[in-house]
C-alpha cells in the first residue's frame, strides 16, 4: 500500500469514526446493510458477542480505536526484542468469527496479539488488514489457511517470519500479501 492509499484509509477510518459518533451517542458502534463501524472500546463489555452479531448482514467491517486513552505505545511490532512478548493481550472476541457475510474486515492498529480461531468462519473473506498489530503472523498462518476465498491480505508492522511466510505463500497463486 502506497503513501497515498495508506492515509487515505486513515481519513476514512476517522471519517467513520466522527460520523459513528454523531449518529450514535450512546452506543459507540453503528451498522447498515453493506459496511460497519465498531471501535475496540465497543469490544471490551460482556455484551460484545451480542453486538458484533448485530453485524451479521454486514459485508465491510472496520474495527478501530475510538481514541488512544488506555492504549500504550510498545516496542516496535516487528521487534524480536523479548519485552515483544510482555505486550499486553488484546483479542478480538469469538463472535467476529459468525459474520459469514463478510468480505472485507480491517483490524489495524489495534495491538492484537493473536486472532481468535473463529476467524477461520468467515469464509466469505476476500480482503483482511492485520497491519499495525502485535501479531506472530508464524502462529496465525492456519487459521488464515481456511479462508479460501482471500485475494488480499496486509500484514504489515507484525511480527514476520519471511521465510514461513513465502513458504505458505506458494501455494496460494491468487492472494495477494503485502508485509
Not at 28 to 47: M, P, V
Not at 116 to 138: A, C, G, K, Q, V
Not at 147 to 161: E, F, G, M, T
Request: overall charge neutral; some cysteine.
Amino acid at each position: 500500500m502506497n503513501y497515498f492509499s495508506r492515509h487515505f484509509l486513515l481519513v476514512f477510518v476517522i471519517f467513520l469514526t466522527i460520523v459513528s459518533a454523531c449518529s450514535q451517542s450512546t452506543d459507540r458502534y453503528t451498522k447498515n446493510q453493506d459496511a460497519g463501524y465498531l471501535s475496540i472500546e465497543g469490544l471490551i463489555d460482556a455484551s460484545i458477542n451480542e453486538r458484533i452479531k448485530s453485524f451479521y448482514e454486514v459485508e465491510k467491517l472496520v474495527v478501530s480505536k475510538e481514541n488512544e486513552s488506555g492504549w500504550h505505545v510498545y516496542p516496535p511490532r516487528e521487534s524480536d526484542d523479548p519485552i515483544f512478548d510482555q505486550v499486553p493481550q488484546k483479542l478480538l472476541y469469538d463472535a467476529i468469527g459468525d459474520l459469514r457475510q463478510l468480505k472485507y474486515l480491517s483490524v489495524m492498529d489495534l495491538d492484537l496479539t493473536s486472532l481468535p480461531e473463529s476467524i477461520s468462519r468467515l469464509t466469505s473473506l476476500d480482503t483482511l488488514n492485520l497491519s499495525l498489530n502485535y501479531l506472530t503472523i508464524s502462529r496465525e498462518l492456519d487459521k488464515l489457511s481456511q479462508l479460501k476465498k482471500l485475494k488480499y491480505l496486509d500484514i504489515r508492522n507484525n511480527r514476520i517470519d519471511t521465510l514461513i511466510l513465502k513458504k505458505w505463500m506458494s501455494d496460494k497463486p491468487g492472494l495477494k500479501v503485502v508485509y
